[in-house]
Protein backbone atom coordinates (compact mmCIF):
# COMPACT_ATOMS: atom_id res chain seq x y z
CA UNK A 1 0.00 0.00 0.00
CA UNK A 2 2.64 1.97 0.73
CA UNK A 3 3.86 1.36 -2.55
CA UNK A 4 0.75 1.99 -4.47
CA UNK A 5 0.52 5.44 -2.38
CA UNK A 6 3.58 7.02 -4.43
CA UNK A 7 2.70 4.99 -7.52
CA UNK A 8 -1.04 5.62 -8.04
CA UNK A 9 -3.46 6.63 -4.74
CA UNK A 10 -6.37 5.35 -7.49
CA UNK A 11 -4.59 1.84 -7.92
CA UNK A 12 -4.26 1.70 -3.47
CA UNK A 13 -7.89 2.46 -3.30
CA UNK A 14 -8.85 -0.22 -5.71
CA UNK A 15 -6.32 -2.43 -4.57
CA UNK A 16 -8.22 -1.56 -0.99
CA UNK A 17 -11.63 -2.44 -2.13
CA UNK A 18 -11.42 -5.98 -2.98
CA UNK A 19 -10.34 -5.41 -6.98
CA UNK A 20 -7.41 -7.11 -7.28
CA UNK A 21 -6.39 -8.34 -10.82
CA UNK A 22 -2.50 -8.17 -9.97
CA UNK A 23 -1.70 -12.06 -9.91
CA UNK A 24 -2.98 -12.25 -13.02
CA UNK A 25 -0.62 -9.72 -14.69
CA UNK A 26 2.39 -10.26 -16.82
CA UNK A 27 4.75 -8.21 -14.73
CA UNK A 28 3.57 -10.76 -11.58
CA UNK A 29 4.80 -13.83 -13.55
CA UNK A 30 7.85 -12.34 -14.45
CA UNK A 31 8.47 -10.67 -11.28
CA UNK A 32 7.91 -14.33 -9.84
CA UNK A 33 10.61 -16.30 -12.25
CA UNK A 34 13.15 -13.20 -11.57
CA UNK A 35 12.90 -14.10 -7.95
CA UNK A 36 13.72 -17.61 -8.25
CA UNK A 37 16.32 -17.24 -10.42
CA UNK A 38 18.41 -14.93 -8.88
CA UNK A 39 18.45 -15.01 -4.93
CA UNK A 40 18.02 -18.97 -4.33
CA UNK A 41 20.76 -19.22 -1.21
CA UNK A 42 18.45 -17.28 1.24
CA UNK A 43 15.69 -17.22 3.44
CA UNK A 44 12.99 -15.37 0.85
CA UNK A 45 9.19 -13.87 0.95
CA UNK A 46 8.66 -13.64 5.08
CA UNK A 47 5.35 -12.78 5.76
CA UNK A 48 4.66 -11.31 8.81
CA UNK A 49 1.38 -11.00 10.73
CA UNK A 50 -0.10 -10.71 6.95
CA UNK A 51 0.84 -7.19 6.83
CA UNK A 52 4.62 -7.32 5.30
CA UNK A 53 5.62 -9.78 2.81
CA UNK A 54 9.71 -8.79 2.89
CA UNK A 55 11.70 -10.60 -0.15
CA UNK A 56 14.40 -11.51 1.73
CA UNK A 57 16.00 -11.06 4.81
CA UNK A 58 19.61 -12.04 6.31
CA UNK A 59 20.03 -12.84 9.92
CA UNK A 60 16.89 -10.53 10.77
CA UNK A 61 19.42 -7.61 10.41
CA UNK A 62 19.35 -6.65 6.27
CA UNK A 63 16.19 -6.83 4.37
CA UNK A 64 15.93 -6.81 0.50
CA UNK A 65 13.57 -5.51 -1.49
CA UNK A 66 13.54 -7.12 -5.19
CA UNK A 67 12.20 -4.77 -8.29
CA UNK A 68 11.87 -6.21 -11.16
CA UNK A 69 11.37 -2.67 -13.03
CA UNK A 70 14.58 -1.23 -14.35
CA UNK A 71 13.69 2.02 -13.36
CA UNK A 72 14.39 3.11 -10.21
CA UNK A 73 11.41 4.96 -8.44
CA UNK A 74 10.71 6.89 -4.86
CA UNK A 75 7.74 4.48 -4.12
CA UNK A 76 10.21 1.41 -3.58
CA UNK A 77 12.45 3.56 -1.41
CA UNK A 78 9.68 4.10 0.92
CA UNK A 79 8.18 0.43 0.92
CA UNK A 80 12.04 -0.73 2.06
CA UNK A 81 11.69 1.87 4.86
CA UNK A 82 8.50 1.00 6.02
CA UNK A 83 9.27 -2.63 6.67
CA UNK A 84 12.41 -1.61 8.52
CA UNK A 85 9.61 0.60 10.66
CA UNK A 86 7.43 -1.88 10.87
CA UNK A 87 9.71 -4.27 12.40
CA UNK A 88 10.95 -2.12 14.69
CA UNK A 89 8.03 -1.55 16.04
CA UNK A 90 7.59 -5.19 16.75
CA UNK A 91 11.20 -5.10 18.75
CA UNK A 92 13.41 -5.71 15.58
CA UNK A 93 16.12 -3.63 14.74
CA UNK A 94 17.15 -3.81 11.36
CA UNK A 95 20.75 -2.99 10.45
CA UNK A 96 20.07 -1.60 6.53
CA UNK A 97 17.45 -1.97 3.72
CA UNK A 98 18.38 -2.86 0.31
CA UNK A 99 16.80 -2.37 -2.85
CA UNK A 100 17.54 -4.59 -5.51
CA UNK A 101 17.36 -3.98 -9.64
CA UNK A 102 18.60 -7.41 -10.72
CA UNK A 103 17.81 -6.51 -14.11
CA UNK A 104 19.65 -3.50 -14.34
CA UNK A 105 22.38 -4.56 -11.57
CA UNK A 106 21.66 -2.03 -9.15
CA UNK A 107 21.77 -2.00 -5.62
CA UNK A 108 20.77 0.94 -2.80
CA UNK A 109 21.50 0.70 0.66
CA UNK A 110 18.70 3.28 3.01
CA UNK A 111 18.95 3.37 6.71
CA UNK A 112 15.42 4.37 8.61
CA UNK A 113 16.11 7.75 10.48
CA UNK A 114 14.04 9.57 13.13
CA UNK A 115 13.10 11.54 9.93
CA UNK A 116 12.63 8.64 8.18
CA UNK A 117 9.76 7.47 11.08
CA UNK A 118 8.19 10.48 11.36
CA UNK A 119 7.51 10.55 7.60
CA UNK A 120 6.05 7.38 7.90
CA UNK A 121 3.54 7.84 10.61
CA UNK A 122 2.22 10.59 8.58
CA UNK A 123 2.37 8.53 5.66
CA UNK A 124 0.41 5.77 7.37
CA UNK A 125 -2.23 8.62 8.27
CA UNK A 126 -2.55 9.38 4.35
CA UNK A 127 -3.22 6.05 3.17
CA UNK A 128 -5.51 5.95 5.75
CA UNK A 129 -7.44 8.46 3.96
CA UNK A 130 -7.45 7.63 0.71
CA UNK A 131 -8.27 4.39 1.42
CA UNK A 132 -11.29 5.25 3.35
CA UNK A 133 -12.43 8.03 0.87
CA UNK A 134 -15.66 7.28 -0.45
CA UNK A 135 -14.89 8.20 -4.05
CA UNK A 136 -12.34 6.51 -6.66
CA UNK A 137 -9.50 8.90 -6.71
CA UNK A 138 -8.76 10.20 -10.75
CA UNK A 139 -7.12 8.48 -12.96
CA UNK A 140 -2.91 9.65 -13.43
CA UNK A 141 -3.41 9.31 -17.37
CA UNK A 142 1.12 8.30 -16.78
CA UNK A 143 2.69 6.19 -19.52
CA UNK A 144 2.76 3.75 -16.44
CA UNK A 145 -0.91 3.01 -16.64
CA UNK A 146 -0.09 0.79 -19.25
CA UNK A 147 1.76 -1.91 -17.36
CA UNK A 148 -0.64 -1.53 -14.59
CA UNK A 149 -3.20 -4.50 -13.68
CA UNK A 150 -5.74 -2.09 -13.30
CA UNK A 151 -5.43 -0.83 -17.50
CA UNK A 152 -8.53 -2.21 -18.16
CA UNK A 153 -10.70 -1.31 -15.61
CA UNK A 154 -9.53 2.56 -15.94
CA UNK A 155 -9.70 3.05 -19.27
CA UNK A 156 -11.96 0.37 -21.25
S1 LIG B 1 -4.26 2.22 -14.77
FE1 LIG B 1 -3.26 4.15 -14.17
S2 LIG B 1 -4.90 5.34 -13.22
FE2 LIG B 1 -5.59 3.21 -13.27
S3 LIG B 1 -5.00 2.39 -11.32
FE3 LIG B 1 -3.38 1.90 -12.73
S4 LIG B 1 -1.88 3.54 -12.53
FE4 LIG B 1 -3.79 4.25 -11.60
Redesign the pocket.
Known amino acids: MVNYYF?????LW?FCHELKFEDESERVRLGKILDENSYNRNEKHIMLDNVVNIDMIESWKVIHEIKKTKSIEKSAEWQLKYYMYYLKQRGIEIEKGILDYPKIKERFEFQLTKEDETKIRNLLKKIESVIYAKQTP?????K??KS????E???S
Open positions: VCQRKLHKINSICCAYFYCY
